[in-house]
Every structure is written in C-alpha cells, then in structure tokens.
C-alpha cells in the first residue's frame, strides 16, 4: 500500500505503475471535496485521464480527456468524499479506451466513459485543490 497526503493546491504527484500491469486500482481518500485521480501517459502530460470525485463542493464527479477540460461525463454524487473518514474507491481502464469508477465493494460503477482515442496509461497521479487537503491510500493494483 502506498499513501500521501495532498495540500490545497492542484498538482498531481505521480506514481509509474507500467510494471504492475495494471488495470484495476482500488484507492482510498479523505478529502472534503476534489479528489483528482490522472491516468497518464507520462509523469506529467497535459493529455491524460482526469477522474474527479467530489468536485463543485462535493456534489458532483467527472471523467476528462484532459486536465481541466469539459467532462467527457458528469454524475451527481453529492457527499462521497469525506473528510473525516476514508471512502474507497476503484477506477478500471484499459487499452480500449474503457474507463470505468466505482465505490467501496460495488459491481457497478457510478461513472463509465469510453475514449474512441485510448491513451496508453502508464503513470497514476493523485492531486486535491480548491481550499481542500486530503490523503490518498493507493490500496492495490490489479488487472
């Protein structure tokens, strides 16, 4: 297991994980809002997977294609984040361009995209922002 804490400013610290394989990524946060996740690339890439959970105040979660740009999708979730208590989550991706996020022990996901332009992932980033700290636990990889 791996775990961080993050500050209140947005930039992403990255991990490489293209020796793990990896496919599947189970993580915990707290946060009171704005948990980053950036499937990448590179170590740092303005072109990559950006998966937000509790942006706008905790209300809501997104898949982008790029840092900070339209979401490719937007699901309500108000209150999934805490900042009290650590909420777990996973995030699957794979060379089809499949991007799938879910909660805790849940089959399905809560945001699903598919890119039709796939990015080979081979770095994690983990980031907050807008006036929230946080601390990620990166719990397991798998395929």
Not at 97 to 107: F, N, Q, S, Y
Not at 119 to 141: A, N
Request: hydrophobic share 35%; glycine share 8%.
């Amino acid at each position: 297991m791996f775990e961080d804490d993050t500050d209140t400013i947005y930039y992403y610290r990255y991990l490489n994980i293209a020796s793990t394989g990896s496919q599947r990524i189970h993580i915990e946060v707290k946060a009171s809002n704005d948990a980053h996740i950036a499937l990448s690339p590179s170590g740092y890439s303005y072109e990559f997977y950006e998966v937000v959970i509790g942006e706008w105040a905790n209300l809501q979660s997104v898949i982008r294609h790029c840092m900070q740009c339209p979401g490719e999708i937007t699901e309500f979730t108000q209150d999934y984040l805490s900042p009290s208590e650590f909420q777990q989550f996973w995030i699957t991706f794979g060379s089809n361009g499949a991007i799938a996020v879910g909660r805790d022990d849940e089959t399905t996901p809560f945001m699903e995209w598919i890119d039709p332009d796939p990015v080979d992932v081979q770095y994690l980033g983990y980031s907050t922002g807008w006036e929230s700290k946080g601390e990620f636990r990166l719990c397991s990889f798998g395929r």
